[in-house]
């Protein structure tokens, strides 16, 4: 009985080694790296009223931003 014991503990472990070494080789398949994450883009506070948006979004004049033309406009505060 603890013959079979044994053999099957063997067994699983040649079967848990094998299927790590599958997921390691997965994992080098594409180098080891994570998938890529897009760049962060800036966030800018707009001069009239305070609002955060990202800077592509945003108008700028004279090295203020503003969340649209008619604060733009109106100018800071």
Do not use: T
Request: with cysteine; hydrophobic share 45%; glycine share 10%.
């Amino acid at each position: 009985m603890v013959k079979y014991l044994l053999l099957a503990a063997v067994v699983l472990g040649i079967v848990f080694w094998l299927s790590g070494a599958a997921a390691r080789a997965a994992r080098n398949r594409d180098g080891g790296r994570s998938p890529a994450v897009p760049p962060q883009e800036r966030m800018v506070a707009c001069a009239h009223c305070g609002v955060n948006l990202p800077e592509s979004e945003s108008v700028e004049k004279s090295g203020l931003f503003f969340c649209n033309d008619e604060h733009r406009l109106a100018g800071p505060r």
